[in-house]
């Protein structure tokens, strides 16, 4: 019986091995993944608007304005912007897309995640251009968007996407730019096809994430930033701040467990 005992010891602990090995196989991995923007030095704050205050566009869209202006000019602030998602935080809006004048019946037609940003969410988080460039005010009486590489291959396969008009839900938007591919919803997945809005065009969702890309440790100008915010609004609360490598170790701890 001694014996048999040992053994059973002796397996379980080789199982648990053969695990552990797996689980750290995989986290390296996830670590090291090519997620096509970069994270380092990089304060994510997420934000909710009083509803009581905020209800209008106009309104919401002044807040952005306010804080940008506000944290762009702390000591140390390389860039700032605004997304209504954070990456790696999984598929939050989507919806259906198509080149205009596609034939095809809705069912048929491709789905693509959608993020709200301001014009400097490419430049914060290091996120090249494929063609055209980012929003700018020129683009405030437009619908205009902003898709990935996949997106605009999958739309217009060979094709020039800039400037062409895509069919998004009821509204036919103008493409300004192309952007890399990102791991914008989980680590362990391909990139999934990806459209971006300006924020000026965004109604009824009161939160978004502010992120600060930052010259030193991000965590070092917390303090700063939360009284930025408050000078602007002290009724929004400001929830702990975490970097965007945190929030990366969020996501490859999910993927693996």
């Not at 990456?87 to 919806?95: A, F």
């Not at 063609?131 to 405030?140: A, I, K, L, P, V």
């Amino acid at each position: 019986l001694r014996n048999v005992l040992v053994g059973v010891e002796a397996a379980l602990s080789a199982v648990l091995l053969i695990a552990a090995g797996l689980l750290l196989g995989s986290f390296v991995r996830l670590m090291h993944v090519d997620k096509g923007f970069d994270i380092e030095r990089v304060l994510a704050v997420d934000l909710a608007m009083p509803s009581t205050r905020y209800a209008a566009k106009e309104q919401q869209s002044a807040f952005f304005e306010r804080v940008l202006d506000k944290t762009w000019s702390l000591p140390g602030v390389q860039s700032a912007a605004f997304v209504s998602a954070l990456p790696l935080q999984g598929e939050t809006h989507i919806d259906l897309v198509a080149a205009e004048g596609d034939p095809r019946p809705m069912f048929e037609r491709p789905m693509a995640n959608v993020r709200f940003i301001s014009p400097d969410y490419f430049k914060t988080l290091h996120i090249p251009f494929r063609e055209g460039s980012s929003f700018n005010n020129s683009h405030r009486n437009r619908k205009v968007v902003i898709v990935s590489q996949g997106a605009a291959q999958r739309l217009w396969p060979g094709q020039s996407a800039v400037g062409r008009t895509m069919q998004h839900n009821a509204t036919l938007e103008e493409v300004v730019g192309v952007t890399a591919d990102i791991r914008s919803t989980s680590l362990d997945k391909d990139p999934v096809l990806m459209i971006y809005i300006p924020y000026w065009q965004r109604a009824g969702k009161l939160s978004s994430s502010l992120l600060l890309r930052t010259a030193m440790d991000p965590l070092g100008i917390a303090a700063a930033v939360r009284e930025a915010i408050r000078q602007v609004d002290a009724d929004v609360p400001v929830p702990e701040m975490r970097t965007m490598q945190k929030v990366m170790s969020g996501s490859v701890a999910s993927a693996v467990s």
